[in-house]
Protein backbone atom coordinates (compact mmCIF):
# COMPACT_ATOMS: atom_id res chain seq x y z
CA UNK A 1 0.00 0.00 0.00
CA UNK A 2 1.20 3.50 -0.77
CA UNK A 3 1.58 5.76 1.67
CA UNK A 4 1.00 9.77 0.97
CA UNK A 5 3.02 11.84 3.21
CA UNK A 6 2.36 15.63 3.18
CA UNK A 7 4.96 17.98 4.90
CA UNK A 8 3.75 20.65 6.88
CA UNK A 9 5.52 23.30 5.13
CA UNK A 10 3.82 22.37 2.19
CA UNK A 11 0.33 23.20 3.74
CA UNK A 12 1.62 26.60 4.60
CA UNK A 13 2.90 28.00 1.58
CA UNK A 14 0.13 27.58 -1.03
CA UNK A 15 -2.35 29.31 1.17
CA UNK A 16 0.09 32.49 2.14
CA UNK A 17 0.91 32.97 -1.34
CA UNK A 18 -3.37 32.76 -2.06
CA UNK A 19 -3.72 34.95 0.64
CA UNK A 20 -1.33 37.58 -0.26
CA UNK A 21 -2.33 37.89 -4.22
CA UNK A 22 -6.02 38.13 -2.81
CA UNK A 23 -4.55 40.98 -0.79
CA UNK A 24 -2.83 42.33 -3.63
CA UNK A 25 -5.76 41.81 -6.01
CA UNK A 26 -8.39 43.62 -3.70
CA UNK A 27 -6.08 46.84 -3.44
CA UNK A 28 -5.53 47.43 -7.23
CA UNK A 29 -9.45 47.05 -7.47
CA UNK A 30 -10.09 49.82 -4.60
CA UNK A 31 -7.35 51.90 -6.21
CA UNK A 32 -9.26 51.77 -9.29
CA UNK A 33 -12.97 52.38 -7.93
CA UNK A 34 -10.98 55.21 -5.66
CA UNK A 35 -9.75 57.30 -8.82
CA UNK A 36 -13.07 56.31 -11.13
CA UNK A 37 -14.65 58.22 -8.02
CA UNK A 38 -12.57 61.08 -8.10
CA UNK A 39 -10.52 60.29 -5.13
CA UNK A 40 -7.08 61.49 -5.56
CA UNK A 41 -4.06 59.01 -4.23
CA UNK A 42 -2.61 62.03 -2.03
CA UNK A 43 -5.00 62.08 0.77
CA UNK A 44 -6.88 58.81 -0.34
CA UNK A 45 -6.36 57.28 2.88
CA UNK A 46 -7.52 60.16 5.38
CA UNK A 47 -10.75 60.33 3.11
CA UNK A 48 -11.81 57.07 3.27
CA UNK A 49 -10.55 56.52 6.87
CA UNK A 50 -13.09 59.35 7.77
CA UNK A 51 -15.99 57.58 5.99
CA UNK A 52 -15.95 54.36 7.18
CA UNK A 53 -15.00 55.87 10.86
CA UNK A 54 -11.67 53.86 10.76
CA UNK A 55 -8.24 54.47 11.46
CA UNK A 56 -5.64 55.64 8.61
CA UNK A 57 -3.56 53.06 9.50
CA UNK A 58 -6.32 50.26 9.19
CA UNK A 59 -7.05 52.09 5.46
CA UNK A 60 -3.36 52.51 4.82
CA UNK A 61 -3.02 48.27 5.11
CA UNK A 62 -5.89 48.05 2.50
CA UNK A 63 -4.25 50.04 -0.31
CA UNK A 64 -0.60 48.23 0.51
CA UNK A 65 -2.05 44.92 0.22
CA UNK A 66 -1.21 44.14 3.61
CA UNK A 67 -4.85 43.36 5.16
CA UNK A 68 -8.63 43.50 3.74
CA UNK A 69 -11.47 45.23 5.13
CA UNK A 70 -13.75 42.94 7.27
CA UNK A 71 -17.61 42.57 5.63
CA UNK A 72 -19.20 45.36 7.10
CA UNK A 73 -16.60 47.44 6.05
CA UNK A 74 -16.42 46.08 2.89
CA UNK A 75 -19.82 46.60 2.25
CA UNK A 76 -19.73 50.29 2.92
CA UNK A 77 -16.56 51.23 1.34
CA UNK A 78 -18.07 49.14 -1.82
CA UNK A 79 -21.38 51.68 -1.70
CA UNK A 80 -19.19 54.85 -0.70
CA UNK A 81 -17.11 54.21 -4.14
CA UNK A 82 -20.23 53.30 -5.66
CA UNK A 83 -18.89 49.65 -7.31
CA UNK A 84 -20.34 46.27 -6.65
CA UNK A 85 -19.22 44.65 -3.01
CA UNK A 86 -19.05 41.27 -4.93
CA UNK A 87 -16.66 42.90 -7.65
CA UNK A 88 -14.56 44.82 -4.67
CA UNK A 89 -14.17 41.78 -2.79
CA UNK A 90 -14.02 38.90 -5.53
CA UNK A 91 -13.14 40.85 -9.00
CA UNK A 92 -16.00 39.92 -10.55
CA UNK A 93 -20.10 40.42 -11.00
CA UNK A 94 -22.32 38.72 -8.80
CA UNK A 95 -24.42 36.10 -9.89
CA UNK A 96 -27.89 35.58 -9.54
CA UNK A 97 -28.68 34.62 -6.10
CA UNK A 98 -30.48 31.81 -4.72
CA UNK A 99 -33.30 31.40 -2.77
CA UNK A 100 -33.39 28.90 0.12
CA UNK A 101 -36.78 28.28 -0.51
CA UNK A 102 -38.61 25.73 -3.16
CA UNK A 103 -40.06 26.91 -5.94
CA UNK A 104 -43.50 26.97 -4.93
CA UNK A 105 -45.45 27.94 -8.04
CA UNK A 106 -49.23 28.88 -8.03
CA UNK A 107 -48.86 28.79 -4.12
CA UNK A 108 -51.51 27.05 -1.59
CA UNK A 109 -51.99 28.67 1.48
CA UNK A 110 -53.58 25.89 4.02
CA UNK A 111 -56.71 26.04 6.54
CA UNK A 112 -57.68 24.17 9.28
CA UNK A 113 -59.99 21.98 7.28
CA UNK A 114 -56.29 20.57 5.36
CA UNK A 115 -54.77 17.84 7.69
CA UNK A 116 -51.15 18.27 8.65
CA UNK A 117 -48.23 15.50 7.92
CA UNK A 118 -46.08 14.02 11.51
CA UNK A 119 -43.23 16.32 10.40
CA UNK A 120 -45.67 19.25 9.25
CA UNK A 121 -46.11 22.46 11.29
CA UNK A 122 -48.59 25.33 10.16
CA UNK A 123 -47.11 29.20 9.98
CA UNK A 124 -49.74 31.78 9.83
CA UNK A 125 -49.72 33.77 6.55
CA UNK A 126 -50.14 37.27 7.52
CA UNK A 127 -52.51 38.43 3.88
CA UNK A 128 -53.39 41.82 5.13
CA UNK A 129 -49.43 42.16 6.11
CA UNK A 130 -47.02 43.67 3.28
CA UNK A 131 -43.31 44.67 4.31
CA UNK A 132 -42.17 47.12 2.04
CA UNK A 133 -38.84 46.79 -0.01
CA UNK A 134 -39.47 49.69 -2.20
CA UNK A 135 -40.68 53.54 -0.29
CA UNK A 136 -42.96 51.62 2.64
CA UNK A 137 -46.18 49.85 3.16
CA UNK A 138 -48.11 51.15 6.40
CA UNK A 139 -50.51 48.56 8.44
CA UNK A 140 -53.24 49.19 10.08
CA UNK A 141 -53.63 45.80 11.69
CA UNK A 142 -51.84 42.03 11.72
CA UNK A 143 -54.81 40.62 11.61
CA UNK A 144 -54.69 36.52 11.31
CA UNK A 145 -57.33 35.47 9.14
CA UNK A 146 -56.27 31.57 9.56
CA UNK A 147 -54.82 31.19 6.54
CA UNK A 148 -51.32 28.46 6.67
CA UNK A 149 -48.40 28.09 4.64
CA UNK A 150 -46.70 24.27 5.42
CA UNK A 151 -43.32 24.21 7.02
CA UNK A 152 -41.54 20.98 7.86
CA UNK A 153 -40.25 20.78 11.03
CA UNK A 154 -36.73 19.74 10.26
CA UNK A 155 -36.79 22.85 8.36
CA UNK A 156 -37.47 25.13 11.46
CA UNK A 157 -34.84 23.10 13.10
CA UNK A 158 -32.73 24.10 10.89
CA UNK A 159 -32.71 27.40 11.34
CA UNK A 160 -32.96 27.44 15.06
CA UNK A 161 -36.75 29.10 14.45
CA UNK A 162 -39.07 28.10 16.94
CA UNK A 163 -43.18 27.71 15.36
CA UNK A 164 -44.94 30.14 18.37
CA UNK A 165 -42.53 32.77 16.56
CA UNK A 166 -42.94 32.53 12.79
CA UNK A 167 -44.87 34.37 10.43
CA UNK A 168 -44.99 34.73 6.98
CA UNK A 169 -45.82 37.45 4.98
CA UNK A 170 -45.48 38.91 1.31
CA UNK A 171 -43.10 41.56 -0.07
CA UNK A 172 -43.87 44.65 -1.89
CA UNK A 173 -41.24 46.46 -4.12
CA UNK A 174 -38.45 46.25 -6.30
CA UNK A 175 -35.90 47.56 -3.85
CA UNK A 176 -34.78 44.12 -3.09
CA UNK A 177 -34.78 42.85 -6.19
CA UNK A 178 -33.06 40.37 -8.02
CA UNK A 179 -33.02 38.31 -4.99
CA UNK A 180 -36.78 39.07 -3.48
CA UNK A 181 -39.10 40.20 -6.26
CA UNK A 182 -42.04 41.86 -5.94
CA UNK A 183 -44.93 38.98 -4.40
CA UNK A 184 -42.29 36.81 -2.99
CA UNK A 185 -43.12 35.32 0.56
CA UNK A 186 -40.56 35.38 3.47
CA UNK A 187 -40.71 33.73 7.10
CA UNK A 188 -39.98 36.21 9.45
CA UNK A 189 -38.57 34.42 13.24
CA UNK A 190 -39.90 36.81 15.27
CA UNK A 191 -38.39 35.47 18.03
CA UNK A 192 -34.70 36.74 16.94
CA UNK A 193 -34.04 40.05 17.15
CA UNK A 194 -30.63 40.28 17.40
CA UNK A 195 -28.80 42.24 14.53
CA UNK A 196 -26.40 40.23 12.20
CA UNK A 197 -24.30 42.21 10.37
CA UNK A 198 -25.00 41.11 6.86
CA UNK A 199 -28.71 39.30 7.39
CA UNK A 200 -31.82 40.04 6.52
CA UNK A 201 -34.34 41.69 8.33
CA UNK A 202 -37.93 43.02 8.48
CA UNK A 203 -37.94 46.18 10.08
CA UNK A 204 -40.60 48.27 12.08
CA UNK A 205 -39.70 52.23 10.88
CA UNK A 206 -42.00 54.90 12.43
CA UNK A 207 -45.12 52.52 11.82
CA UNK A 208 -43.56 50.73 8.47
CA UNK A 209 -42.66 47.65 8.01
CA UNK A 210 -39.60 47.19 5.53
CA UNK A 211 -37.29 43.74 4.90
CA UNK A 212 -33.36 44.98 4.49
CA UNK A 213 -30.25 43.72 4.58
CA UNK A 214 -28.68 45.51 8.04
CA UNK A 215 -25.23 46.51 9.08
CA UNK A 216 -24.32 47.80 12.77
CA UNK A 217 -22.34 51.09 12.73
CA UNK A 218 -20.09 52.75 15.37
CA UNK A 219 -21.74 54.22 18.34
CA UNK A 220 -25.00 52.38 18.21
CA UNK A 221 -25.58 53.11 14.74
CA UNK A 222 -27.10 51.60 11.88
CA UNK A 223 -27.58 50.96 8.35
CA UNK A 224 -30.03 49.58 6.40
CA UNK A 225 -28.76 48.01 2.55
CA UNK A 226 -31.15 47.29 0.06
CA UNK A 227 -30.08 44.25 -2.43
CA UNK A 228 -31.41 46.93 -5.47
CA UNK A 229 -28.75 49.69 -4.51
CA UNK A 230 -28.80 51.27 -7.64
CA UNK A 231 -31.90 52.71 -7.32
CA UNK A 232 -32.67 52.41 -3.24
CA UNK A 233 -28.82 53.98 -2.20
CA UNK A 234 -28.10 52.67 1.68
CA UNK A 235 -29.20 54.36 4.52
CA UNK A 236 -27.49 55.60 7.86
CA UNK A 237 -28.73 56.03 10.87
CA UNK A 238 -27.15 57.18 14.19
CA UNK A 239 -28.31 55.75 17.58
CA UNK A 240 -30.66 59.37 18.34
CA UNK A 241 -31.99 59.19 15.26
CA UNK A 242 -32.92 55.22 15.60
CA UNK A 243 -34.76 56.42 18.53
CA UNK A 244 -36.53 59.08 17.05
CA UNK A 245 -37.51 57.38 13.76
CA UNK A 246 -38.64 54.46 16.16
CA UNK A 247 -36.86 52.14 14.46
CA UNK A 248 -37.06 48.40 15.53
CA UNK A 249 -36.43 44.91 14.67
CA UNK A 250 -39.38 42.76 14.25
CA UNK A 251 -37.19 39.49 13.22
CA UNK A 252 -35.05 38.04 11.31
CA UNK A 253 -36.14 36.62 7.51
CA UNK A 254 -34.92 32.34 7.63
CA UNK A 255 -36.89 31.74 4.69
CA UNK A 256 -38.30 33.16 1.39
CA UNK A 257 -39.83 32.07 -1.60
CA UNK A 258 -40.24 33.54 -4.80
CA UNK A 259 -43.35 32.73 -7.32
CA UNK A 260 -42.87 31.99 -11.41
Known sequence: MTELIV?????????MVHSENVRSDFSQRLAQACSKSGIEEHGRGVILAKRLGVTPKAVSKWLNAESMPRQNKMAELADFLGVSLYWLQYGKEERAHKGNAEILGNMQVWDSSTPLGDDEVAIPFLSDVKLSAGNGFVTE?????????????????????????????????????????????????????????????????????????????????LRIYSFNEMEYPPREYTEQQIQEQKITIVGRVFWYSVLL
Open 7 to 15: HARDLIIEP
Open 141 to 221: AEHDKGYRLRFAKSTLRRYNVSPENAKCVAVHGDSMEPVLPDGSTVGIDCGNKKLTDGKIFAINHNGELFIKKLYSLPGGG
